[in-house]
């Protein structure tokens, strides 16, 4: 029945008229009742079966059709008054301001007339929209006098949104009547009125007020049976049981001669519940209510807004074969995979056809049925039947798969099996908000126990996940085509860069990091044993390891430097070192890096010295990678991590996706097994300094204090000399902000010169690693700051940028006397976290705290809005494979993207080449070249 | 006060005025419509500053922007005159 293709070519809108109405009305709702006392629709009331059925079991009395098929029929009510559409109550004051309260013609000359009526058929033949015209029109149009009568004209004014008034005299208004509105309207010519902007092909202006009213048919407002067997109606429902019972008794009044008062109230009261029924949020109108007091939801709130039919149900629909459930972490699956729970893998499925190579592994699935994992819930026949696999129907369903075997081979199409989820399968994997692509991606599904998704750590960072109770989707493809679609395009590992900054958005984070950089530091070494161990750990390749530690050796030791070993030769003379060689870690993360990688650049943990001192940097902090061996400097977030790694940036972009997935898979590994070769902890001691530190600090803070004072006394005695732009006020605002802010950060960085990562002295360490600093300086997690507030002063609070200055009248606290300058006064925390704050200190704090909360709530919201306009603005671009970028009209924005046709993913940070970066590659890659010449000649 | 000179006006982009073996030329092989390069109205301060400086611009015709891009150094775009 859906099989046919219609091709929309254009929708007319335009207004029903009273007899469009009539004519699609199956019948005449009278009866302001729903159901009689045994529960069967009244004839003639809301109910009526003529206006279809839901129950399946019923006919309709209409169409024949039972409940499910028959799609509804209108029905109608006779208004006993006119009334005016809430909709339409603004275009029917323009039209009645531009048109003469006499004759009824548009209050424009024969001329105008002319010349607009030109100028519309232009623009509807350009397909330009009518809007700025008819503004125009409506503008030029408003005038004292009619030019075809003569007659003066009264100003007409609107009371929001229904009421129409005229003006009669000076200061006295006339109520106009909707059947007065509609007399006027009914006057305007088809000429004027398509002047006016209603088409009268489609529209007469006299149907924006209704004398019919449809009554939508029940399958629009069902009625729901409760578990009491009550019956509860739909508001609509409710809202014409109103609507029917103030028309019945307008009518009995009228028919009685009722005082003209009376049936004006009444008729208002008829204007008020039509209102509602269209829009129960009109302004001006009091929302009608629910018994209980909840306002009803009538038409235009079905409609309207997030949750309404538009966003809700017609661009955001639900969607069959996906899952949700809280995520976990798991470092031992690739990044390209996800853990799917076994309960989940047997309820969505995948739709497989059956074909001679696959059918013994269908049959098997079968045989499991739906509660044994690699399963299946439902089988397609040939015949389109569609069948649950049960106990009970799976001898009958091998029995046709059977049949379908014995089929010539030309026959046998379309026995398809919607089979379990397993491990390969392709899905979709989203995290909300979905702010960009990254947010859905295709992993592969890794089917494993227990009750929530796995992913692998470095996919957080483009998800913004995390595993404090974050939910997330999976959505598992129907078709090939889109498997495949998704395969290419929508895989983890083609998204390791982001086309937001050109570099990997996916990378390490936090212990991937701090172990990597336990691990690569000169002074870990592993005895051979342990080093072996921790290469099976990280799923290398033995053989190939073993090679290439063999080759590092080689090139130090002196006897066999120059030699030219195969492979078998190389791993028996590293065998033969094994009692008394120690594997570094560089040399362990070198077993990571492609053979032929060239790099150096200045690790996260650089601390920008005056002079640099390249390869010799004592503080492992330039890193050179020399044919795919790290030299020297140590891995950290500089190298893989996400937002920053440069080795992983350069893997993706010369290696391509597959090698630097496996990179960041391995390299995970291994970094896991570096920090459980250490260990790693922190404590409060960590964030210990010795006194004589401690007394420096508060020297400093003392001096800064004293400092602002100096500037107060000049200020308070008119010497100080003001910004310029700036009030004597603002400028020591800001001298006092600047000293604060100097205090803070020389406290912070006497306490840096006490947090080392490492001491040694003599060659030997002084103490245990100080852990929270190497988090810290790795860029693992926390920065130095938060270290220095913890240890050394916590520095100025602020609201809005300034120093703190609400709270009581001159004063932030009562604690300090009026229009008191001072640091204290105004919010400085002298104290360290660790020591802890006074009572003034901590309330500064929380004001300061309570800023930056309300901050992030109130910038989700402002850019979540921000988002929505830019996507609806430019989902519709495209770019052209020249680089022209196009809306979908075709019209030119630009004429090459971005202005130089770079892609932002594939360019380097932004820049479509880094020169420094490149000769510096280029300049490692010949030292690479001199030296395995010079071993060439050597040989000879 | 003397009038600003906008043409001169390091904000205002360099437009030009260009001949027909220009467009063929530098349009010739554009896979767009020409009629749809975005429009530069013919009341424009810059085109009306060109008038008057007897470049007769006229509607239809089409200007070569050439201006500063972050990302390109400098970067030629098109508009068509209209109404």
């Known amino acids: 029945m859906n099989n046919f293709i219609k091709k929309i070519e254009q929708i007319n809108f335009g207004l029903m008229s009273p007899e469009d109405i009539r004519n699609m009305s199956v019948v005449r709702i009278e009866a302001p009742d729903t159901y009689d006392e045994d529960g069967y629709p009244i004839e003639g009331g809301l109910m009526d079966p003529h206006l279809g059925v839901i129950d399946p079991s019923l006919k309709c009395r209409s169409c024949g059709y039972r409940g499910g098929e028959c799609q509804g029929h209108f029905g109608s009510i006779e208004l006993a008054r006119p009334v005016i559409h809430v909709g339409f109550g603004d275009i029917i004051f323009k039209i009645l301001r531009s048109t003469c309260n006499e004759c009824g013609r548009v209050l424009l000359t024969d001329e105008e007339i002319e010349d607009y009526k030109q100028k519309i058929d232009e623009a509807k033949h350009h397909g330009v929209s009518l809007n700025n015209l008819l503004k125009e029109i409506y503008n030029v149009s408003r005038k004292d006098k009619c030019p075809h009568c003569g007659a003066e004209q009264g100003a007409i004014t609107i009371d929001k949104p229904v009421s129409i008034n005229q003006e009669i005299g000076p200061n006295e208004v006339y109520k106009l009547t909707p059947s007065e509105v509609r007399e006027r309207l009914e006057r305007i010519t088809d000429e004027d009125s398509y002047i006016l902007g209603v088409n009268p092909e489609v529209a007469r202006p006299e149907w924006l007020v209704l004398t019919v009213l449809p009554v939508p048919p029940v399958t629009v407002r069902p009625s729901i049976t409760l578990d009491t067997g009550e019956r509860s109606e739909d508001d609509l429902t409710h809202k014409l049981v109103d609507i029917l019972r103030i028309n019945h008794r307008l009518i009995e009044n009228m028919d009685a001669g009722a005082p003209q008062l009376i049936v004006e109230d009444l008729w208002e009261l008829l204007q008020y519940h039509v209102t509602t029924y269209f829009d129960n949020e009109a302004s001006g109108v009091p929302p009608a209510r629910h018994r209980s007091g909840r306002p009803l939801k009538t038409l235009a709130q079905r409609l309207k807004g997030k949750e309404g039919r538009f966003r809700s149900n017609l661009s955001g629909k639900r969607v069959n074969f996906s899952a949700r459930t809280v995520i976990s972490p798991d470092p031992n699956i690739s990044i390209n995979e996800v853990g799917v729970p076994e309960m989940i893998a047997k309820e969505v499925t995948v739709p497989s056809y059956v074909t001679e190579w696959n059918i013994d592994e269908m049959r098997k699935y079968i045989e499991n049925g739906p509660d044994i994992h690699p399963g299946a819930n439902y089988v397609i026949r040939p015949d389109g039947r569609k069948v649950r696999v049960l106990d009970d129907t799976k001898e009958g369903i091998l029995e046709k798969l059977d049949e379908f075997e014995q089929l010539p081979a030309d026959d046998r199409h379309n026995f398809i099996v919607e089979r379990h989820l397993k491990d390969g399968d392709m899905v979709l994997f989203n995290r909300q908000p979905s702010l960009h692509r990254m947010s859905m991606m295709a992993h592969e599904v890794r089917v494993l126990p227990y009750k929530t998704f796995r992913l692998n750590l470095c996919v957080c960072p483009p998800y913004n996940a995390d595993f404090d109770g974050d939910e997330m989707n999976m959505h598992v493809f129907q078709t090939d085509e889109s498997r495949a679609e998704a395969k290419s395009l929508m895989r983890v590992q083609e998204h390791i860069l982001s086309p937001r900054f050109g570099g990997p958005i996916i990378g390490a984070i936090h212990d991937h990091i701090s172990g990597a950089y336990i691990l690569t530091r000169t002074g870990t070494d592993f005895d051979f044993e342990t080093a072996m161990q921790i290469i099976r750990k990280s799923h290398l390749d033995i053989d190939n390891a073993l090679v290439r530690i063999a080759k590092f050796k080689k090139e130090n030791d002196e006897e066999m430097k120059g030699d030219d070993l195969s492979d078998t030769q190389l791993i028996s003379y590293l065998l033969k070192l094994k009692e008394d060689v120690r594997i570094t870690g560089k040399e362990l993360f070198s077993l990571l890096l492609p053979e032929n990688l060239n790099l150096n650049y200045r690790a996260e943990i650089c601390n920008n010295c005056s002079q640099c001192e390249k390869e010799a940097c004592q503080y492992d902090a330039y890193v050179v990678i020399k044919d795919g061996q790290l030299l020297s400097g140590a891995i950290d977030e500089k190298a893989y991590g996400s937002f920053s790694g440069k080795i992983l940036d350069k893997i993706v972009k010369e290696y391509g996706a597959d090698r630097a997935r496996e990179f960041l898979d391995r390299s995970t590994d291994l970094a896991i097994c570096g920090i459980m070769q250490n260990g790693i902890t922190t404590s409060i001691n960590d964030e210990e300094i010795p006194d004589e530190a401690q007394a420096r600090i508060t020297e400093h803070l003392d001096k800064a204090e004293a400092e602002v004072d100096k500037l107060i006394t000049t200020y308070e005695e008119g010497f100080l000399e003001p910004l310029p732009g700036r009030s004597p006020e603002e400028t020591l605002e800001m001298k006092i902000m600047q000293v604060l802010g100097e205090a803070r950060d020389g406290s912070g960085s006497i306490a840096e010169n006490y947090l080392k990562m490492d001491e040694y002295e003599d060659g030997r360490r002084k103490y245990l690693p100080n852990y929270s600093v190497i988090m810290a300086r790795t860029g693992a997690r926390a920065s130095m700051l938060n270290l220095t507030q913890i240890t050394a002063c916590v520095g100025q609070q602020a609201i809005r940028g300034d120093r703190i200055k609400r709270g009581y009248i001159d004063r932030a606290l009562p604690h300090f006397k009026k229009n008191e300058l001072g640091a204290k006064a105004k919010g400085f925390v002298h104290s360290s976290y660790k020591h802890g704050l006074d009572p003034i200190e901590f309330f500064f704090h929380a004001m300061g705290g309570r800023e930056g909360l309300v901050d992030t709530a109130i910038r989700t919201a402002q850019s979540g809005y921000m988002q929505r306009r830019l996507v609806n603005a430019l989902q519709d671009l495209q770019v052209k494979p020249s680089g022209l970028v196009t809306d979908n009209q075709g019209m030119v924005i630009q004429n090459m993207f971005g202005e130089d046709g770079v892609d932002p993913a594939k360019s380097d940070f932004g820049k479509a080449a880094d020169l420094d970066k490149i000769i510096d590659e280029m300049r490692l890659k010949d030292d690479v070249d001199n030296e395995s010449l010079v071993k060439a000649d050597g040989g000879n | ?83």
């Open chain 2, 1 to 83: 006060m003397s009038k600003i000179d906008i043409l001169e006006h390091k904000l205002v982009p360099n437009h030009e005025l260009m001949t027909d073996s220009e467009i063929e030329e530098e349009l010739g092989d554009a896979d767009f419509e020409i009629e749809n390069l975005p429009k530069i109205k013919i009341d424009d301060p810059v085109v009306e500053d060109m008038q008057s400086r007897d470049i007769n611009v006229k509607e239809g015709n089409i200007l070569r922007i050439t201006r500063d891009s972050q990302t390109a150094g400098t970067f030629v775009t098109y508009r068509i005159v209209e109404e």
